[in-house]
């Protein structure tokens, strides 16, 4: 199984990224998420969903700017960066869980099994 992260980039606050997560290796994995890690940070969840059902979970911190969602037919799940601030930035990772964790247990990373590798966001003031 492979996660494949892109999307990353530098953009002024305010602006706009679209960050995607190709899998593939034909394991099929209901719970998906991105993660965030910033300079001396500890990782932080950011967002996830549920393949089967589409349900969809965000951190506080960016509730109502980011939006998960997937694309079934190229097994890719998006998260569509709108309004960014300097505080975004940060190295994003995706992650996918064959059995999506519990609503109480989404933002915890040790759900996820499969990781990708970051990709680096930088939002300039």
């Known amino acids: 199984v492979q996660l494949q992260a892109s999307g990353g980039g530098s953009v002024q606050a305010g602006g706009s990224l679209r960050l995607s997560c190709a899998t593939s290796?034909?394991?099929?994995?209901?719970?998906m998420a991105w993660f965030r890690q910033a300079p001396e940070k500890e990782r932080e969840f950011v967002a996830a969903l549920r393949w089967r059902g589409g349900s969809t979970y965000y951190a506080d911190s960016v509730k109502g700017r980011f939006t998960i969602s997937r694309d079934n037919a190229k097994n890719v799940v998006y998260l569509q960066m709108d309004s960014l601030r300097p505080e975004d930035t940060a190295s994003y990772y995706c992650a996918g869980s064959i059995n999506a964790p519990n609503t109480s247990a989404v933002r915890s990373p040790q759900q996820y099994e499969y990781w990708g590798q970051g990709t680096l966001v930088t939002v300039s003031s």
């Open positions: 290796g034909g394991t099929f994995m209901n719970g």
